[in-house]
């Protein structure tokens, strides 16, 4: 074993971690030998995942003065949280169900903001809900403190909040603010929060949310983004049925109805003026708004569609969609188990989870395969997306008032024997 070059026991190490969807079961190649601790030390800390069943815990224990630059990716999974067992047994909650996410303790967001800018090699950051929380918020000003807090190193950036995050009618929190001052030196980032607009990418007014008219002054001075690689403003809510909220004096109220007041149109305005701005954003560079255009719940009447413009080509594509199930561009018809990875489909996958629970741009996936990026446990298993069967398909339409395989599309493409509706 004495032969054998350290370098062969850290890619061991390191496969092991990738392969594990727990710490727990990577610890005991820590008590192997003194060198399998000093190797397999920072391979632990590179690529850390808290939810909100563990993040009081880590805050505790994590040794940030110590470890804080062995960490080169966090990830805060906002997942929903069990009743506590006590509380089933008084009555108090369903144990099925999981419905009591992330009225976050403020304490832990505090924590976060206060660990991050120790955390001096950190190049990833993901706060990223899991599923809808029925009706538990976060909070803006936290969003704020934690995006002030990240450090410089800091290139990869994911807020998504699914637009549930809030604030009281009293405080006056602008959250695209805090974003435009991190944009410039960020290289791969995903925004889908409650309430956005055209701040978010410069200062001044835009002229309820369009460039001025010839004539009129255009005041609204447009920043810089010259390392980003891929930049995805998702302005609908998971599953498309309403749309995120233009920022103003009533963003605290939920969520609009109409696209009027969404923040697609400031946003996408925004972007435009970035893009026409000589050398603001690279040329090749993917910029990705999402909308969506709403149906009626029977297909047979209107198809909902998500939308996905590139603001960089000057394109979009209208992608037929209704719940789980999406018609894709190249002619794919999938159905996925979950409505979030059908959103992630339809976005182009920029960011994808890992077995380990680690959120990650897919662009720095692909560098780690082939020895570029700096963030060891990052070569690990990409977690596939599970789609349905024909047959699970069928099973679940004939005991389904939604379902797919006997709406009118269906049928009609099935009698003329051709497809009817693209993207």
Known sequence: MDSVPNEIFRQILVAAKCGSPTTGRFLPCLLVSKTWRDLATPILHSCIVLTPETTSRFMKVFQRHEYGMQVRSLTWRLDPLRPKAKEVANGFGDPNSRSVAADLPDENGKALATLLPRLTNLTSFSLYYTADTNGAHLQRRLLINVIEALPESCTSLEIDTMGIDSRSPEEKVHVCEALRSVLPRVRHVRIRIGAMCA?????????????????????????????????????????????????????????????????WFPITA????????????????????????????????????????????????????????????????????????????????????????????????????????????????????????????????????????DNALWSNEKRAQQVLLKA
């Open 199 to 263: 701040a978010m990418f410069g200062s001044g007014p835009l002229l309820n949310g369009c460039p001025p008219l010839p004539g009129q002054d255009g005041s609204f001075v447009p920043i810089a983004m010259p390392n980003i690689h891929s930049l995805t403003v998702d302005c609908k809510y998971l599953g498309d049925w309403s749309y995120t909220q233009c920022c103003g004096s009533e963003d605290y109220k939920g969520w609009v109805n109409e696209p009027g007041g969404s923040a």
């Open 270 to 405: 925004g972007l435009e003026r970035v893009v026409e701005t000589e050398r603001a954003v690279p040329r090749e560079a993917d910029i990705i708004v999402m909308g969506f255009v709403p149906g009626l719940y029977e297909p047979s009447c209107a198809w909902p569609a998500s939308i996905r413009a590139d603001m960089i080509k000057k394109e979009s594509w209208a992608i037929p969609k209704l719940w789980r199930w999406v018609r894709m561009p190249d002619g794919r018809e999938l159905e996925a188990v979950k409505q979030i990875d059908v959103d992630s489909l339809v976005e182009g996958d920029s960011w994808r989870n890992l077995v380990s629970g680690a959120r990650i741009a897919k662009a720095v996936i692909e560098a780690a395969a082939i020895g570029r990026a700096r963030i060891a446990a990052v070569n690990g298993e990409v977690k596939p997306i599970r789609f349905k069967t024909r047959k699970q398909r069928v099973k679940k339409a004939h005991n389904s008032f939604f379902g797919l395989e």
